[in-house]
């Protein structure tokens, strides 16, 4: 059964800071997703990655996958309020040829001025 | 187009009334996945359809829970009866297959409280 961890599950920063949220899951998948979700709204997509060594950068933030280490990352560079908001990863899985998401736990973001 | 949508946005019930929770999903999606979301658990998958048909409904909590899918523009999920410990945030989201992404479209959720 494919399991995603995501970490840290908490993280307050402050602005103008990088740092880094890691994906790892346990089994092979071709493609993670990342999703943003504002306090009381749904989720918004934010990357997709369909293969090893996929880089997609939008604004201050930057997604990565390493489909060998089953391994994504989300970067966020020099960080600003708006960014703050619980982001999650979800990796594909494929149960009687269709494809599912399983999400990780989320990573609650704050960024302090 | 509009998305996907939910209706109600928010429910209040008590215990042991029926509830139904409704969506629409994207026009011309083939895939629709109903999720739950509740602080200690995070966000579950509960079942999903393709071309209306159910293909995995291993996350259904408990008999109490069903869902339906009579045709391609609409979904319900139904509790009854509904328990305090169903309190939580249902989202429906739907894709398409054909899409090379196969990304997921989610709706604004319904937001229940069991009382």
């Known amino acids: 059964e494919l399991k995603v961890e995501q970490n840290p599950l908490f993280l307050s920063m402050q602005e103008g800071k990088n740092y880094t949220i890691y994906c790892n899951y346990s089994?092979?998948?071709?493609?993670l997703y990342w999703y943003r979700q504002d306090p009381g709204k749904s989720l918004e997509s934010l990357f997709v990655l369909l293969s090893n060594g996929a880089v997609k950068q939008e604004g201050r933030l930057m997604a990565s996958l390493d489909t060998k280490a089953r391994l994504s990352t989300l970067h966020i560079t020099a960080a600003v309020h708006d960014l703050s908001a619980t982001y999650f990863c979800a990796v594909a899985a494929y149960d009687q040829g269709a494809q599912k998401l399983v999400f990780g736990q989320g990573t609650r973001l704050t960024i302090n001025p | 187009d509009a998305g996907v949508i939910q209706s109600p946005r928010h429910e209040v019930t008590e215990m042991g009334q029926e509830v139904t929770l409704r969506c629409k999903p994207i026009?011309?999606?083939?895939?629709l996945f109903w999720y739950r979301q509740t602080m200690m658990r995070g966000l579950e998958l509960l079942i999903y359809?393709?071309?209306?048909?159910?293909?995995?409904d291993s996350g259904m909590p408990e008999d109490r829970f069903s869902a339906k899918m009579p045709n391609a523009s609409f979904s319900t999920l139904k509790i009854q009866p509904s328990e305090p410990r169903d309190s939580a945030v249902y989202f429906c989201?739907?894709?398409?297959?054909?899409?090379?992404?196969?990304?997921?479209?989610f709706g604004p959720g319904t937001r229940l409280t069991v009382l």
């Open positions: 089994t092979t998948s071709d493609r």
């Open positions: 989201a739907s894709r398409l297959t054909r899409a090379r992404n196969n990304e997921q479209f």
């Open positions: 359809f393709n071309n209306n048909v159910p293909i995995d």
């Open positions: 026009s011309g999606h083939d895939y």
